[in-house]
């Protein structure tokens, strides 16, 4: 009973940190940019900028990029396939 116990627990914690590694190869392969690099972009066509904050975040903040488009964080299912993948793509979550 104590083996099988150690085993699911074992293979718990393997899946979690096959999870975690994964997770952080993909966030490395994601292009970043600074605020002053996406300065000299605004307005440019071929840049879209998209604020992906939460709605409570957005509507409370004061700052926000003003040729940005707010889009739903957790709705990119309905809203990705609305924007040119020719674009450079810029989401935001300031």
């Known amino acids: 009973m104590q083996n099988k116990r150690f ?3 074992l ?3 393997i899946s979690v940190f096959i999870f975690a ?4 190869a993909m966030a490395a392969s994601v ?3 600074t605020a002053d690099e996406l300065k000299m972009h605004l307005g440019e066509a071929d840049y879209q900028v998209l604020d992906v904050r939460a709605g409570g975040d957005w509507a409370g903040s004061t700052v926000k ?3 940005a488009e ?3 964080p957790r709705a990119v299912g309905q809203w990705v396939d609305n924007y040119d993948k020719e674009k450079t793509i810029v989401l935001y979550c300031a």
């Open 31 to 33: 292009p970043r940019m």
């Open 70 to 72: 707010r889009v739903e």
């Open 7 to 9: 085993l699911i627990y």
């Open 65 to 67: 990029i003003t040729s």
């Open 21 to 24: 590694v994964s997770v952080a």
């Open 11 to 13: 293979t718990l914690m």
